[in-house]
């Protein structure tokens, strides 16, 4: 038909002739549009056993009639059979398609291939032991479980292939498996054997659904970022709330994340910071100038003795609420708007709300110091950059504490006559990844004490410590850390 319509345009048919007008279309749309591009390249249109004359008013009628009641005859078909299919379907019947696995199609039932049955429990089990579509896939891969491998008549194979997480998904949640047949939205009593248990069936979708419920809220929560529509980088860009990361992180996970240009170029990275962390460092800002001394005389143009006796009480209400849980709806309050640059971050207080919560007419607001000003650092690890911010120790980095303490549990084994290749074949890993954690073991202890309190620099971080390949030396090793 492509080829008809190719040498029709081309000139090079005269007329093309059917044998009835609903063996070319039933549609009377398409059939409206091919004639079109007939006539528009002067090609004539015949129906062998049928008499009509597109020329005249009449022959165009005429076809219209025969080609409504084609289309009517064939969507009354199409009706007929969805119906039937949905009567087949409340009754039990299997009605074709892909077979799924664990069962092999006869009769139009289904009957229990006992082989990918048992991969089928074991998937179902495997989500209620580990309880991560992430972790049932690496297990599912450990055991050599494949999903179902399909022979069709042309000799194509297709399938036998370790599962994704979406085949874990759909398989799980099909109620095939518990002797059902799914219509659409709703589930019938089905003819064929059930593999897996109503109880565990229940189980493992209820703990679908429930993960399926915290991603949603970690996405909801990063659209209701108290900053969105505040912070803004450094060429002007705002910067927009974007879940990612595992769920177990919760809300350190929401990136404010931008695309903006830089030296003239898109850069697509932007800003990836934790949103949690950087609303910290905002409400940090604000409240180191709400508790200096001169705070007072800094916000507040005027004020008379009793509002310098009401003002303490005041900012430490201020002070409490944005260093406490809910600090999300003051932040979103009090926050007029905020810039990120690289090691610069600003804030300005909105007015309004500033005047509200110290108990200060608005007029006396200065509106020369609305504006805080701190400096920061970030420390990466891949694509995922904390802020911390200046005069500030570095908290707990979790990954670089593990990382001397792996070191120093594969030093303790290799005293005790452990090979660093057999430390590396057990743990996966390569003998040089086991001697570079290994050197690890020889940092000096007030390095260590510094690392495992948090007091470390901030861009101190385990990929750096492993590739600097630290000084033996106790001096030389304070030497560089220092310098970082």
């Known amino acids: 038909m492509q080829r008809l319509l190719s040498d029709i345009e081309a000139s090079k048919v005269d007329l093309f002739a059917v044998y009835k007008v609903d063996r070319l279309t ?5 059939f409206a549009k091919l004639v079109e591009r007939c006539d528009a390249a002067g090609v004539s249109f015949v129906s062998v056993t049928q008499q009509f004359n597109t020329a005249t008013s009449m022959g165009r009628l005429t076809l219209n009639v025969l080609l409504s009641f084609a289309q009517f005859k ?15 379907k409340k009754k039990g019947l299997w009605m074709g398609r892909l077979v799924p696995l664990g069962y092999d199609a006869k009769d139009r039932t289904l009957v229990v291939n006992e082989a990918e049955a048992q991969t089928v429990r074991s998937i179902f089990q495997l989500y209620l032991d580990l309880g991560c579509a992430r972790r049932v896939k690496e297990a599912a891969d450990r055991q050599g479980l494949v999903n179902k491998c399909r022979r069709f008549e042309s000799g194509k194979t297709f399938g036998g292939v370790p599962f994704t997480r979406g085949r874990n998904y759909h398989l799980m949640a099909n109620p095939v498996y518990v002797g059902e047949v799914r219509h659409k939205r709703r589930s019938y009593p089905g003819q064929h054997p059930a593999i897996i248990d109503r109880a565990t069936f229940e189980a493992v979708n209820l703990r679908l659904k429930a993960n399926a419920s915290r991603v949603k809220a970690q996405t909801s929560a990063a659209t209701h970022s108290p900053l969105v529509g505040k912070l803004t980088d450094e060429a002007g ?10 769920a177990r992180q919760a809300l350190l996970l929401l990136c404010l994340a931008a695309a903006h240009r830089r030296g003239g170029k898109s850069d697509s990275r932007g800003w990836r910071l934790p949103a949690a962390a950087l609303e910290g460092a905002v409400a940090g800002l604000m409240i180191d100038a709400l508790e200096m001394p001169s705070a007072a005389q800094d916000l507040i143009d005027g004020a008379t003795p009793e509002m310098m006796t009401k003002l303490p009480s005041a900012a430490k209400s201020l002070c409490s609420a944005l260093s406490g849980p809910d600090r999300g709806p003051t932040l979103r309050a009090i926050v007029a708007s905020a810039r990120i640059e ?35 650092t970030l420390r990466r690890r891949g694509v995922e950059a904390k802020l911390v911010l200046a005069n500030t120790s570095a908290a707990l980095d979790r990954t670089l504490i593990k990382t001397v303490a792996l070191g120093w549990a594969w030093f303790e084994e290799i005293k005790a006559g452990a090979t660093m290749q057999a430390i590396a074949d057990r743990e996966r890993v390569t003998q040089r990844r086991v001697a570079y954690l290994v050197d690890l073991a020889f940092l000096a202890p007030d390095i260590v004490r510094s690392i495992v309190e948090g007091h470390q620099p901030p861009r101190l971080t385990a990929d750096r410590l492993i590739k ?8 030389d090793q304070r030497a560089w850390i220092s310098a970082i």
């Open 468 to 475: 600097s390949r630290h000084r033996m030396l106790w001096s």
């Open 26 to 30: 039933r549609s009377l749309a398409d």
């Open 74 to 88: 064939r969507e009354v078909t199409a009706e007929r059979i969805r119906d039937k299919i949905a009567a087949s």
């Open 237 to 246: 860009q705002r910067l927009t709330p974007s879940p990612c990361g595992e």
């Open 342 to 376: 690289p090691g610069r971050l600003s804030v300005t207080w909105c007015p309004e709300a500033l005047a509200e919560r110290l108990g200060v007419p608005l007029a006396q607001i200065r509106r020369d110091a609305l504006s805080l000003v701190g400096g920061f």
